[in-house]
């Protein structure tokens, strides 16, 4: 258990609709990441948050969003989705803000598109 | 742009034999290098990593050397146990996280 916790374990939703996947990182972590898996583009970082605020972003698309909340869970939001959406979600969280710090992943969410 | 190229496998051994996975990357200046592995229906966790040239990451028993002058970060073990069975991914941080497709693998008892 990496001390991360991910909810919904799963998400079975249509295409056009809307979506939050909630993360809460590991106790006395700042930074939190999120993470795309899936089978067309594999693993890709979406982006980072610390301490409330963006850090760096990655492959993510304009309809995603996330934000970083005072005691520091994370949501990311996911709109007009589309079948290619489809994929496991991964958070991670790190104590400070560098890439090069260990980061302990969650368990994930999987998306499911229809 | 930056990439990472890694063999896709499966790859399957049998217990007690060496691993070899070869990872090579493409990046701007010197990245940071890393190592993960992600465990049947769990997240990834960080097996070892190296930031600097030179730099030998190791972990349960898997090594992997940063090597500026061929691009490369091999994940090496001496003797593979059938719990390493798991996906692995090689990865780096320079401008953005890349990661490679992973590589998948299976050891028989």
């Known amino acids: 258990d990496s001390g991360v916790t991910q909810t919904p374990k799963h998400l079975i939703t249509a295409t056009g609709q809307r979506v939050t996947l909630r993360c809460s990182p590991r106790?006395?972590?700042?930074?939190v990441y999120w993470y795309q898996q899936s089978l067309d583009q594999g693993l890709q970082f979406l982006i980072q948050?610390?301490?409330?605020?963006?850090?760096a972003k990655g492959n993510i698309l304009e309809r995603f969003s996330a934000q970083q909340f005072p005691d520091l869970h994370s949501e990311l939001n996911l709109s007009s989705l589309e079948l290619g959406d489809s994929a496991l979600y991964f958070c991670?969280?790190?104590?400070?803000?560098?890439?090069?710090?260990?980061?302990?992943f969650g368990p994930g969410t999987r998306l499911t598109v229809l | 742009g930056d990439s990472v190229t890694q063999m896709e496998g499966p790859v399957t051994l049998s217990e007690e034999a060496f691993l070899t996975i070869n990872c090579t990357y493409t990046?701007?200046?010197?990245?940071?290098l890393f190592w993960y592995v992600q465990y049947p229906g769990e997240g990834l966790q960080l097996l070892l990593k190296?930031?600097?040239?030179?730099d030998k990451g190791s972990n349960k028993g898997f090594e992997a050397t940063y090597r500026k002058e061929t691009t490369s970060f091999h994940l090496e073990k001496g003797s593979v146990q059938v719990s390493d069975s798991a996906v692995y991914f090689c990865?780096?941080?320079?401008?953005?996280?890349?990661f490679g497709p992973g590589t998948r693998l299976s050891v028989l008892p």
């Open positions: 991670a969280s790190s104590e400070t803000q560098g890439f090069t710090d260990t980061q302990y």
């Open positions: 106790s006395g972590d700042l930074s």
């Open positions: 948050y610390y301490n409330g605020e963006e850090r």
């Open positions: 990046a701007t200046g010197y990245p940071s």
């Open positions: 190296a930031t600097k040239a030179d």
């Open positions: 990865a780096f941080y320079g401008q953005n996280f890349v």
